[in-house]
Protein backbone atom coordinates (compact mmCIF):
# COMPACT_ATOMS: atom_id res chain seq x y z
CA UNK A 1 0.00 0.00 0.00
CA UNK A 2 1.16 3.61 -0.88
CA UNK A 3 2.23 5.67 1.85
CA UNK A 4 -0.75 8.16 0.95
CA UNK A 5 -3.10 5.05 1.76
CA UNK A 6 -1.43 4.62 4.83
CA UNK A 7 -2.37 8.18 6.25
CA UNK A 8 1.20 9.24 4.95
CA UNK A 9 2.90 6.47 6.89
CA UNK A 10 5.52 4.66 5.57
CA UNK A 11 5.39 1.04 5.31
CA UNK A 12 7.77 -1.26 7.14
CA UNK A 13 11.24 -1.97 5.21
CA UNK A 14 12.49 -4.94 4.11
CA UNK A 15 15.08 -6.57 6.86
CA UNK A 16 18.16 -5.83 5.23
CA UNK A 17 17.34 -2.77 4.03
CA UNK A 18 19.37 -0.44 6.74
CA UNK A 19 18.61 2.82 5.40
CA UNK A 20 14.76 1.89 4.53
CA UNK A 21 14.77 1.20 8.49
CA UNK A 22 16.26 4.46 9.56
CA UNK A 23 13.86 6.23 7.89
CA UNK A 24 11.16 3.92 9.28
CA UNK A 25 12.44 4.58 12.93
CA UNK A 26 12.78 8.15 12.40
CA UNK A 27 8.96 8.57 11.21
CA UNK A 28 7.81 6.47 13.92
CA UNK A 29 9.68 8.28 16.57
CA UNK A 30 8.43 11.79 14.88
CA UNK A 31 4.80 10.29 15.90
CA UNK A 32 5.74 10.95 19.46
CA UNK A 33 6.36 14.81 18.81
CA UNK A 34 7.58 16.01 21.69
CA UNK A 35 5.31 14.60 23.72
CA UNK A 36 6.18 12.05 27.53
CA UNK A 37 6.47 9.00 25.58
CA UNK A 38 5.86 7.32 28.99
CA UNK A 39 2.59 8.87 29.26
CA UNK A 40 1.74 8.22 25.75
CA UNK A 41 2.77 4.66 26.32
CA UNK A 42 0.55 4.23 29.52
CA UNK A 43 -2.41 5.76 27.21
CA UNK A 44 -2.49 2.69 24.58
CA UNK A 45 -4.46 0.32 26.30
CA UNK A 46 -7.07 3.03 26.92
CA UNK A 47 -7.04 3.70 23.22
CA UNK A 48 -6.86 0.59 21.55
CA UNK A 49 -9.64 -0.31 24.04
CA UNK A 50 -11.73 2.80 22.27
CA UNK A 51 -10.29 1.72 18.98
CA UNK A 52 -11.75 -1.61 19.01
CA UNK A 53 -15.13 -0.98 21.01
CA UNK A 54 -18.07 -1.92 19.82
CA UNK A 55 -16.57 -3.82 16.78
CA UNK A 56 -18.15 -6.87 16.17
CA UNK A 57 -16.17 -10.28 16.38
CA UNK A 58 -16.78 -10.56 12.32
CA UNK A 59 -15.45 -7.02 11.82
CA UNK A 60 -12.41 -7.44 13.87
CA UNK A 61 -10.88 -10.72 11.69
CA UNK A 62 -12.53 -8.85 8.62
CA UNK A 63 -8.86 -7.65 6.89
CA UNK A 64 -8.41 -4.39 5.73
CA UNK A 65 -7.54 -5.02 2.14
CA UNK A 66 -6.05 -7.56 0.75
CA UNK A 67 -2.29 -8.40 2.29
CA UNK A 68 -3.12 -6.57 4.79
CA UNK A 69 -4.02 -7.17 8.59
CA UNK A 70 -7.56 -7.25 10.49
CA UNK A 71 -8.17 -5.32 13.67
CA UNK A 72 -7.50 -8.87 15.87
CA UNK A 73 -3.87 -9.16 13.86
CA UNK A 74 -3.08 -5.54 14.99
CA UNK A 75 -3.93 -6.55 18.68
CA UNK A 76 -2.50 -9.44 18.70
CA UNK A 77 0.74 -7.39 17.29
CA UNK A 78 0.90 -5.11 19.70
CA UNK A 79 0.68 -7.63 22.31
CA UNK A 80 3.72 -9.61 20.93
CA UNK A 81 5.51 -6.57 20.84
CA UNK A 82 5.42 -5.50 24.04
CA UNK A 83 6.75 -8.99 25.19
CA UNK A 84 9.81 -8.53 22.60
CA UNK A 85 10.52 -5.13 24.12
CA UNK A 86 9.90 -6.18 27.50
CA UNK A 87 12.41 -9.04 26.74
CA UNK A 88 14.69 -6.30 24.96
CA UNK A 89 14.82 -3.83 28.34
CA UNK A 90 15.44 -6.51 30.72
CA UNK A 91 18.50 -7.59 28.52
CA UNK A 92 19.56 -3.92 27.89
CA UNK A 93 19.66 -2.80 31.50
CA UNK A 94 20.88 -6.17 32.43
CA UNK A 95 23.99 -6.89 29.68
CA UNK A 96 27.10 -5.49 28.42
CA UNK A 97 26.97 -5.11 23.87
CA UNK A 98 23.79 -6.58 23.71
CA UNK A 99 22.28 -6.84 20.43
CA UNK A 100 18.42 -6.75 19.83
CA UNK A 101 17.62 -9.26 17.34
CA UNK A 102 15.29 -7.95 14.50
CA UNK A 103 11.90 -10.20 13.16
CA UNK A 104 9.43 -9.72 10.97
CA UNK A 105 6.35 -8.57 11.68
CA UNK A 106 4.71 -9.78 8.76
CA UNK A 107 6.27 -13.65 8.92
CA UNK A 108 4.55 -13.52 12.74
CA UNK A 109 1.16 -12.42 11.63
CA UNK A 110 1.13 -14.70 8.75
CA UNK A 111 2.38 -17.58 10.52
CA UNK A 112 0.77 -17.22 14.18
CA UNK A 113 -2.57 -17.34 14.55
CA UNK A 114 -2.92 -13.48 15.12
CA UNK A 115 -6.43 -13.20 13.10
CA UNK A 116 -7.75 -16.26 15.47
CA UNK A 117 -6.68 -15.18 18.66
CA UNK A 118 -9.22 -13.78 20.31
CA UNK A 119 -9.18 -9.75 20.77
CA UNK A 120 -10.18 -8.64 24.44
CA UNK A 121 -7.62 -11.57 25.10
CA UNK A 122 -4.84 -9.77 23.55
CA UNK A 123 -5.61 -6.78 24.75
CA UNK A 124 -5.78 -7.80 27.89
CA UNK A 125 -2.46 -9.21 27.79
CA UNK A 126 -0.74 -6.44 25.89
CA UNK A 127 -2.25 -4.00 29.03
CA UNK A 128 -0.69 -6.16 31.46
CA UNK A 129 2.19 -6.71 29.95
CA UNK A 130 2.63 -2.84 29.16
CA UNK A 131 1.65 -1.77 33.24
CA UNK A 132 5.11 -4.46 33.76
CA UNK A 133 7.48 -2.43 31.16
CA UNK A 134 5.83 0.86 32.39
CA UNK A 135 7.29 -0.67 36.20
CA UNK A 136 10.53 -0.88 34.51
CA UNK A 137 10.78 2.01 32.44
CA UNK A 138 9.35 4.58 35.70
CA UNK A 139 12.43 2.55 37.97
CA UNK A 140 15.14 3.65 35.22
CA UNK A 141 17.76 6.35 36.84
CA UNK A 142 19.53 8.86 34.21
CA UNK A 143 22.48 6.19 33.64
CA UNK A 144 19.94 3.62 32.75
CA UNK A 145 17.93 5.74 30.08
CA UNK A 146 21.46 6.42 28.62
CA UNK A 147 21.80 2.45 28.09
CA UNK A 148 22.65 1.42 24.39
CA UNK A 149 22.03 -1.21 22.43
CA UNK A 150 22.88 -2.45 18.80
CA UNK A 151 19.33 -3.72 16.63
CA UNK A 152 20.20 -6.52 13.91
CA UNK A 153 17.92 -4.63 11.20
CA UNK A 154 19.53 -0.80 11.76
CA UNK A 155 23.41 0.91 12.30
CA UNK A 156 24.74 2.13 15.53
CA UNK A 157 23.49 1.95 18.81
CA UNK A 158 19.93 2.88 20.36
CA UNK A 159 19.53 4.29 23.86
CA UNK A 160 16.66 3.47 25.94
CA UNK A 161 15.59 7.16 25.87
CA UNK A 162 15.71 6.35 21.79
CA UNK A 163 13.19 3.21 22.48
CA UNK A 164 11.22 4.37 24.35
CA UNK A 165 10.24 7.07 21.76
CA UNK A 166 10.27 4.29 19.61
CA UNK A 167 7.96 1.97 21.26
CA UNK A 168 5.28 5.19 21.86
CA UNK A 169 5.47 5.97 18.42
CA UNK A 170 4.54 2.41 17.27
CA UNK A 171 1.76 2.35 19.28
CA UNK A 172 0.77 5.69 17.81
CA UNK A 173 1.08 4.05 14.20
CA UNK A 174 -0.78 1.50 15.00
CA UNK A 175 -3.86 3.51 16.55
CA UNK A 176 -3.85 5.68 12.94
CA UNK A 177 -4.08 1.49 11.37
CA UNK A 178 -6.74 0.45 13.69
CA UNK A 179 -8.93 4.19 12.83
CA UNK A 180 -8.31 3.82 9.10
CA UNK A 181 -9.67 -0.09 9.50
CA UNK A 182 -12.53 0.99 11.67
CA UNK A 183 -13.48 3.73 8.87
CA UNK A 184 -13.05 1.02 6.10
CA UNK A 185 -15.37 -1.47 7.49
CA UNK A 186 -17.95 1.57 8.21
CA UNK A 187 -18.04 2.04 4.67
CA UNK A 188 -17.89 -1.45 3.82
CA UNK A 189 -21.39 -1.42 6.07
Given at each position: ?S????G??????AG????????F???????????D?????????A???R????VS???L??H??P?????????S?????????G???RQ?L??D??????F???DW????????W??????????L???R?????????E?????EA?H?????G?S??S???L??????R????????????A?D?
Amino acid sequence: MSAEGRGGLSVTPAGDDADGWLAFVAETRALVNGRDPLALMADAPARLTRAISGVSESQLTTHEGPGQWSMAQVVSHLADVEMAWGVRIRQILTMDAYTMDGFDQADWAARLPYNAWNAAESMSLFTLQRERSLSIWRSLSEADWQREARHTHRPGGESLRSIAQLIAGHDLRHDAQLARIRASLARDA
